[in-house]
């Protein structure tokens, strides 16, 4: 059985418990404190140096991070990852975007306004955050509006990936009321088969 080492409000970890649980695959989840430092203690280094969640362990001493890298390992041969290599690396090119230019500047506000509750600690980078968020948000925006989903008009680990941040941009402080295909899109991605939300 996997074992899922996880921290309930991260999105990146989110995105495995969900693509898991729509995958009908059993795991163990493994709870990693990362707001007391649990991610550098050397017991969670020797699984994941980089000393972030998630950490997907395989078999015993063989462990996986970088949600994406996980999510395209446990995807790969299912409906959620394309099997034409155009698509394929389309939906990779969303997996990056997302790291770099979604999930970078809608989590740090949200983990600092909602999670931490500390905006104080870093106000004078918020509002930067925020402007990169948003300039992401409306690439999402645009690229939806004739799409129902992100890639090949069906829910991939794409559509996954990208949502585990945007549902709950609200609690950075992001107004998504603007985007009329977002919330839409929101909307399919929960309507989904086997769909749990960030807090199950």
């Given at each position: 059985m996997?074992?899922l080492?996880?921290f309930?409000?991260?999105?990146?970890?989110y995105?495995?418990?969900?693509l898991l649980?729509?995958?009908?695959?059993?795991?163990e989840?493994?709870?990693v404190?990362?707001?007391?430092?649990?991610?550098k203690?050397?017991e969670?280094?020797?699984?994941?140096?980089?000393?972030?969640?998630?950490?997907l362990?395989?078999?015993p001493?063989?462990f996986?991070?970088?949600s994406?890298?996980i999510?395209l390992y446990?995807?790969?041969?299912?409906?959620f990852?394309?099997?034409?290599?155009?698509?394929?690396?389309?939906?990779?090119?969303?997996?990056?975007?997302?790291q770099?230019?979604l999930s970078?500047?809608?989590?740090?506000p949200?983990?600092?306004i909602?999670?931490?509750?500390?905006?104080?600690?870093?106000s004078?980078?918020?509002?930067?955050?925020?402007?990169?968020?948003y300039?992401?948000?409306?690439?999402?925006?645009n690229?939806l509006?004739n799409r129902?989903?992100?890639?090949?008009?069906?829910?991939?680990?794409?559509?996954i990936?990208?949502?585990?941040?945007?549902h709950v941009a609200?609690e950075?402080?992001?107004?998504?009321?603007?985007?009329?295909?977002?919330?839409?899109?929101?909307a399919?991605v929960?309507?989904?088969?086997k769909?749990?939300?960030?807090?199950?």
């Amino acid at each position: 059985m996997y074992r899922l080492h996880d921290f309930q409000q991260s999105g990146n970890s989110y995105k495995i418990r969900l693509l898991l649980t729509q995958l009908e695959i059993p795991f163990e989840a493994i709870p990693v404190n990362i707001i007391q430092g649990e991610t550098k203690k050397s017991e969670f280094i020797t699984k994941n140096p980089k000393g972030k969640v998630p950490v997907l362990e395989i078999q015993p001493g063989i462990f996986l991070a970088e949600s994406g890298s996980i999510l395209l390992y446990l995807a790969e041969g299912t409906k959620f990852l394309p099997s034409d290599s155009l698509e394929k690396a389309q939906v990779t090119e969303w997996l990056f975007f997302e790291q770099y230019s979604l999930s970078a500047n809608l989590s740090r506000p949200r983990y600092f306004i909602s999670i931490l509750k500390q905006p104080e600690k870093v106000s004078h980078l918020i509002k930067h955050w925020q402007m990169l968020g948003y300039q992401a948000l409306d690439v999402m925006e645009n690229h939806l509006q004739n799409r129902s989903f992100f890639v090949g008009d069906r829910y991939t680990i794409a559509d996954i990936s990208l949502f585990a941040y945007t549902h709950v941009a609200e609690e950075g402080k992001f107004d998504l009321n603007k985007y009329p295909g977002i919330k839409a899109w929101i909307a399919r991605v929960q309507s989904q088969p086997k769909h749990i939300t960030i807090k199950d």
